[in-house]
């Protein structure tokens, strides 16, 4: 989380580094470039478009960077209020430069309506990965193109009942799901016995199984948790190993978007919840979807209006003047409270 005193210097870092290049790039765009004739005709009328679409560009290729270091920053919850300042003061060097020609004008703005908004599921406590009134299979966002990050950790792996070859499992499903009927599925379980006995981490597809970690084959399974599992990155990080074990997954592969991700118990018994065999633990989930509509008490739901945020560019000289509204793709990755 970043705290007042260093966003502030990070923001004042972050547009020095903006205004500096834009002195360098934007000052030979904006002074050199703009050519205008003493004429009002044709020919400084197309000279006025080409200027205006290469300073437009230029901005769009500055909100794109801008929106990557402030979300690098910042956390998701905060990052609208950031980002907004940012772009203010973006904003203020684009209008200085512009007014040097004594021609031309650019405003730019965060447009909260045409954004994308997004949500930020906490479960901070442990608990079984279950839904509202202990559904054991529940979807938990639906229409997503952007999860990220996407984050369990699992205090209790899910235990079998019985041994042997009376074993069943009882395995956590984590699948995610689109509308051409492609889906992908990550399966923590115990086998309870057999050849492999212990802990299994699956992936499967609807083209069948792609990767399996047992417990017998890998040390870092073999550990009593808790275990935190990144699943968009395919990353595995327990007390048996010094760094997390990385590359394990590709989330979601063969999955088009958008799509759906959903929870599964698998606990073989009846009634609500998963009982005792299942697994427990915590999970923190940030997406572009939408969330349940009905969210366990455990969990904490909070809709980001900006996520993927919209900007609109405004630019004026005595021959065009117009607005363009950009959109950007944000993938929020690092913290998120």
Same mark, same amino acid.
């Given at each position: 989380?970043?705290?007042?005193?260093?966003?502030?210097?990070?923001?004042?870092?972050?547009?020095?580094?903006?205004?500096?290049?834009?002195?360098?790039?934007?000052?030979?765009?904006?002074?050199?470039?703009?050519?205008?004739?003493?004429?009002?005709?044709? +020919?400084?009328?197309?000279?006025?478009?080409?200027?205006?679409?290469?300073?437009?560009?230029?901005?769009?290729?500055?909100?794109?960077?801008?929106?990557?270091?402030?979300?690098?920053?910042?956390?998701?919850?905060?990052?609208?209020?950031?980002?907004?300042?940012?772009?203010?003061?973006?904003?203020?060097?684009?209008?200085?430069?512009?007014?040097?020609?004594? +021609?031309?004008?650019?405003?730019?703005?965060?447009?909260?309506?045409? +954004?994308?908004?997004?949500?930020?599921?906490?479960?901070?406590?442990?608990?079984?990965?279950?839904?509202?009134?202990?559904?054991?299979?529940?979807?938990?966002?639906?229409?997503?193109?952007?999860?990220?990050?996407?984050?369990?950790?699992?205090?209790?792996?899910?235990?079998?009942?019985?041994?042997?070859?009376?074993?069943?499992?009882?395995?956590?499903?984590?699948?995610?799901?689109?509308?051409?009927?492609?889906?992908?599925?990550?399966?923590?379980?115990?086998?309870?016995?057999?050849?492999?006995?212990?802990?299994?981490?699956?992936? $499967?597809?609807?083209?069948?199984?792609?990767?399996?970690?047992?417990?017998?084959?890998?040390?870092?399974?073999?550990?009593?948790?808790? $275990?935190?599992?990144?699943?968009?990155?395919?990353?595995?990080?327990?007390?048996?190993?010094?760094?997390?074990?990385?590359?394990?997954?590709?989330?979601?592969?063969?999955?088009?978007?958008?799509?759906?991700?959903?929870?599964?118990?698998?606990?073989?018994?009846?009634?609500?919840?998963?009982?005792?065999?299942?697994?427990?633990?915590? $999970?923190?989930?940030?997406?572009?979807?939408?969330?349940?509509?009905?969210?366990?008490?455990?969990?904490?739901?909070?809709?980001?209006?900006?996520?993927?945020?919209?900007?609109?560019? $405004?630019?004026?000289?005595?021959?065009?003047?117009?607005?363009?509204?950009?959109?950007?793709?944000?993938?929020?990755?690092?913290?998120?409270?």
């Amino acid at each position: 989380m970043v705290t007042g005193p260093s966003d502030e210097r990070g923001q004042l870092l972050l547009v020095g580094a903006v205004a500096i290049a834009l002195v360098v790039v934007g000052g030979v765009v904006l002074l050199n470039g703009m050519k205008y004739t003493d004429t009002v005709g044709t +020919s400084g009328t197309d000279d006025a478009i080409s200027d205006s679409e290469r300073t437009v560009e230029m901005a769009e290729s500055d909100l794109d960077g801008l929106v990557d270091r402030v979300g690098s920053d910042t956390s998701l919850l905060t990052f609208e209020e950031h980002l907004q300042r940012n772009v203010s003061q973006l904003s203020r060097v684009y209008t200085r430069l512009a007014a040097d020609r004594r +021609s031309a004008y650019l405003n730019i703005s965060v447009n909260t309506t045409a +954004s994308g908004s997004g949500w930020l599921l906490n479960q901070s406590t442990e608990g079984q990965f279950e839904g509202e009134d202990g559904a054991q299979n529940w979807t938990v966002v639906s229409d997503a193109t952007v999860t990220e990050p996407f984050r369990i950790i699992v205090d209790e792996w899910p235990d079998a009942t019985g041994n042997g070859s009376d074993a069943k499992e009882s395995p956590l499903y984590i699948n995610v799901t689109d509308d051409n009927g492609h889906w992908w599925s990550l399966k923590l379980n115990d086998s309870g016995g057999g050849s492999a006995e212990g802990k299994q981490v699956s992936v $499967y597809t609807d083209r069948g199984l792609q990767e399996a970690y047992r417990e017998d084959d890998v040390s870092w399974i073999g550990d009593d948790g808790p $275990y935190e599992i990144d699943v968009t990155a395919g990353r595995i990080d327990t007390a048996a190993t010094a760094e997390p074990v990385t590359g394990l997954w590709t989330f979601a592969a063969n999955v088009s978007t958008p799509y759906d991700i959903s929870f599964r118990d698998g606990f073989p018994g009846s009634g609500e919840g998963g009982g005792e065999k299942s697994a427990t633990g915590r $999970y923190r989930i940030a997406t572009d979807g939408v969330a349940a509509a009905e969210i366990p008490d455990s969990v904490n739901a909070t809709e980001i209006p900006v996520f993927h945020p919209a900007f609109d560019i $405004y630019y004026h000289q005595p021959e065009i003047q117009y607005t363009r509204t950009i959109s950007v793709t944000y993938h929020p990755g690092g913290d998120v409270e």
